[in-house]
């Protein structure tokens, strides 16, 4: 199954690109994908959320269709995911810092534009990728046609936000166990760093509740993803969940999930949010009321109406239309097909 689906995905056309590649980023290697049907399309520079949850291989799931009008590029941060197996976990874990991970994300950027010979492209946040991010682009604006957030963390009581959200659920829904364990938190989410074990627990209700994927009870299916993908050897597979929870407790120990409230509001470069109205994860209100006090040339906001926090899944086709409509034209958009000769024999 997973050769046919690699089969299936193939990039076809001589004007495309399909690589999975090692980079030198920082001290360490990190590997990253780019896919596209002509690499002469805007670039568009996925950065995977968690933190330390990294999606190269479930990308087969989701991108195909935005591969015709982007060239698209998924990178496995620092230490996570494909970089895992033979990371020295002992002299990465010091660096596993937000501001790290802002200069690992410029050296990505940076050798993307020089790879595919373009001046700019699209970065888009997801969930951890949009704490980090906007960083990047204030400080190097000239680098991105716009920068597009999905599943926005935003400072000032976002999970504060969460536990009451899902609180209230809970009592309505009379559901006792969730109650049981949720009051036993308070307060939440509690003084210091976040707590990865409580901020777990929490989470683990909130998609009881339809705060991660709309109709689904938990994140299961989003996981497993990673096996019907051809990113990952056996290896690698074996070593995911392992690599992640590694990633999540350094970072979350670094006290990176602050990062938004560094960035501040003003952003050179145009802002789009993509979020799902029913996202408890990275809360849609907290979301909302980060996008009014941005100050940018233009911003937009998009709710998907029944989304959580997986809104590309959840609903692709919409997704897409909004890549291509709101999101292609702030990079000039799609590059046109030159007319070609005659096919040559297939074999």
Do not use: C
């Amino acid at each position: 199954v997973v050769a046919r689906l690699a089969d299936l995905h193939r990039i076809h056309t001589p004007e495309g690109i399909e690589v999975l590649e090692p980079v030198e980023v920082n001290g360490s290697t990190q590997w990253i994908s780019i896919r596209g049907l002509n690499r002469a399309n805007p670039i568009l520079l996925f950065v995977h959320g968690g933190p330390a949850s990294p999606m190269l291989g479930s990308t087969w799931a989701y991108q195909k269709p935005w591969e015709d009008f982007f060239t698209v590029v998924n990178w496995d941060q620092r230490g996570i995911g494909k970089n895992y197996s033979a990371a020295d976990t002992a002299r990465l874990g010091p660096t596993m810092t937000r501001q790290q991970h802002v200069r690992d994300a410029e050296v990505v950027v940076r050798h993307v534009l020089e790879r595919l010979g373009q001046d700019k492209l699209i970065l888009m946040g997801y969930s951890w990728g949009t704490a980090f991010t906007p960083q990047l682009v204030q400080e190097r604006p000239e680098l991105f046609h716009a920068w597009v957030g999905v599943g926005v963390v935003a400072s000032g009581g976002g999970e504060a936000a969460l536990y009451a959200r899902v609180l209230e659920l809970a009592r309505k829904a009379n559901d006792s166990t969730a109650l049981r364990e949720l009051e036993a938190m308070a307060p939440y989410p509690g003084p210091g760093p976040m707590n990865v074990e409580r901020a777990l627990a929490v989470r683990r209700w909130v998609r009881r509740y339809d705060g991660g994927w709309y109709g689904k009870p938990d994140f299961d299916l989003l996981f497993s993803l990673n096996e019907w993908g051809d990113a990952y050897t056996a290896e690698e597979l074996s070593l995911l969940s392992e690599g992640s929870r590694w990633g999540t407790r350094r970072i979350t120990g670094s006290g990176a999930m602050g990062g938004a409230a560094q960035a501040g509001d003003d952003f050179p470069v145009p802002v789009v949010f993509l979020m799902g109205r029913y996202d408890l994860h990275t809360p849609y209100e907290s979301a909302r009321a980060r996008f009014e006090r941005i100050r940018a040339p233009s911003k937009r906001f998009v709710a998907f109406e029944r989304s959580s926090h997986v809104v590309m899944m959840e609903e692709p086709g919409r997704f897409l239309l909004t890549l291509v409509n709101e999101v292609l034209p702030l990079a000039g958009g799609a590059a046109e097909f030159e007319p070609r000769p005659d096919p040559v024999p297939r074999r």
